[in-house]
């Protein structure tokens, strides 16, 4: 966490600019990060307050308010205050403008939803907004809004970090326990340093640690997904707008991995848009 941490410390010592996105795919520790920022930080500001699984929460009834609510009650007013939407979001811009916070939106995906609970009213210079999303177009979008934004994008774990926090989640040690280093290494590949991944596969194999119940579960993982990591992945998937944009990752993935780009365009261009297909899903 520490090696992460560091850009994000400079910026909220240092930088004048109130926004910081930080990016990356399902399961990379952005949630994680953004938390461990503020509770390293909660004794430098006034008000602190993270608004959890915004994305989430947007398809449940009432969403907007209760969203607004939370964030109020984090900026220092009271719940039973807020009666609309509209008087929320002016509520909101004038204890932005007001209390000098660190407010955590998690899961935001896309600019309305951002906009819709932040309001555009001009925000207090010495406060800092945390931004997570699986986009990387956010931050320009926040920029030009707000005037000024910083980006992170998150890093996924080395062959190291990533053979570390797996042991810690199978052995309960740092490193393999005798014999297993292996095998370890070998769901430490399929994970791709991504943590989400290292820790369900990690906490899945600690139950049994016969050497057979491994083999077996490294051979289903050739097979399959793990549940846990496609709940999160499949996310991704089905927030994808349009169909195309669909179809076209499932043939990428399927059968283009890797191949030449305007190879693939020339194919799909006609069924696809492939040109602005595949620019959509780059920017994921
Ligand atoms: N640097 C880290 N060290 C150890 N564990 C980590 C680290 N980063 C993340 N994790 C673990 O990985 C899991 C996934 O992290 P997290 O939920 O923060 O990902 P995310 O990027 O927010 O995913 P999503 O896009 O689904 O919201 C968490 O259970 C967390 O504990
Ligand atoms: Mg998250």
Request: glycine share 8%; proline share 2%; charged share 25%.
């Amino acid at each position: 966490m520490d090696t992460r941490y560091k850009e994000i410390d400079y910026w909220i010592k240092q930088s004048n600019v109130n926004f910081l996105v930080i990016c990356g795919m399902g399961g990379s520790g952005k949630t994680t990060l953004a938390q461990y920022t503020v509770y390293s930080n909660q004794d430098k500001f006034e008000n602190i307050r993270i608004v959890e699984h915004i994305d989430s929460e947007w398809k449940e009834p009432h969403h907007l308010l209760k969203l607004q609510e939370t964030l109020l009650g984090g900026l220092g007013v009271e719940k039973q205050q807020v009666p609309n939407h509209n008087q929320g979001k002016v509520m909101i811009e004038k204890a932005l403008q007001r209390k000098k916070a660190l407010i955590v939106l998690d899961d935001i995906a896309n600019h309305v939803q951002l906009e819709d609970l932040l309001g555009r009213g001009s925000i207090n210079e010495e406060s800092k907004i945390i931004v997570t999303t699986r986009k990387t177009s956010m931050c320009k979008w926040v920029g030009s809004t707000y005037g000024g934004c910083r980006e992170y994008e998150m890093e996924l774990l080395d062959d190291n970090e990533a053979l570390e926090l797996f042991s810690l989640h199978a052995f309960g040690s740092k490193n393999p326990i005798e014999g297993y280093k292996e095998l370890a290494q070998q769901v430490v590949g399929y994970c791709d340093g991504n943590p989400l991944a290292l820790e369900v596969l990690g906490s899945s194999l600690s139950h049994d640690l016969s050497i057979t119940h491994w083999k077996s579960e490294l051979d289903k993982l050739k097979k399959d997904i793990h549940p846990g990591i496609r709940r999160v992945l499949i996310r991704s998937y089905t927030s994808l707008p349009y169909e195309c944009e669909k179809e076209l990752f499932l043939h990428i993935a399927c059968f283009f991995n890797g191949v030449d780009v305007d190879y693939v365009v020339k194919i799909f261009e006609h069924n696809c848009s492939a040109v602005a297909s595949i620019k959509a899903l780059t920017k994921r």
